[in-house]
């Protein structure tokens, strides 16, 4: 019984070890979507008016990116990104251990 019950037991032990560190790659995967993500989202922002200041191309985009209720979109959708990688980095970090 001893035998069956240290069997079991390792059995157990390995198969969460294996469910923790495939949790921890694909935590690992999505931080680094995440952040190039943000960075895309960041040069978004930043070329879309330096592009029709400088060439006068994509006016329409960079006039909508003037207004509040469309700026405001971009600015969540990353605030939302940033959340989700300070989430994630902390459970990254516990399911190594």
Known sequence: ???WISRYDFSFSRRTSVRFHLLTIGLIY???FVSVASIALSLFALLVPVVYEKYNKLARLAQALKEVCVGVIPNRSGTV???LIAYA???SVLSTF
């Open 30 to 32: 999505f931080a680094v």
């Open 1 to 3: 019984m001893n035998t």
């Open 89 to 91: 980095s902390p459970l």
């Open 81 to 83: 990104l940033n959340l």
